[in-house]
């Protein structure tokens, strides 16, 4: 059992960056490989980013390349998403969640986490 924490979020100008962490109990932190998605009022739940479990190898939606970074600390239990140059389309409730097994690009689906936070809300004003 996983139980994940985020924080972090909060109310940002466009162009502004925030940190987010998720804060994971137990300690087998490190069998789970990692990911953030995000859900908008009215819209699905969508794919962010994800980490393997020793942070060798990430992936991330096509909409956050370059401005959003993913990164774990296995020491602390702890995986961030750094997000830079924040859009008005990047407010959403931000989640993290954990999952076993062995990483692949296939970590974009939803279905491959088992555990999953209640999510920080991260608001992009215009």
């Known amino acids: 059992q996983v139980q994940l924490v985020e924080s972090g979020g909060g109310l940002v100008q466009a162009g502004g960056s925030l940190r987010l962490s998720c804060a994971a109990s137990?300690?087998?932190?490190?069998?789970?490989?990692m990911g953030w998605f995000r859900q908008a009022p009215g819209k699905e739940r969508e794919f962010v980013a994800a980490i393997s479990k020793t942070g060798g190898f990430t992936n991330y939606a096509d909409s956050v390349k370059g401005r959003f970074c993913i990164s774990r600390d296995n020491a602390k239990n702890t995986v961030y998403l750094q997000m830079n140059t924040l859009k008005p389309e990047d407010t959403a409730v931000y989640l993290c969640a954990a999952g076993g097994g062995v990483y692949s690009a296939a970590y974009s689906r939803s279905q491959r986490y088992d555990y999953w936070g209640q999510g920080t809300q991260v608001t992009v004003s215009s």
């Open positions: 137990g300690r087998t932190f490190s069998s789970y490989n």
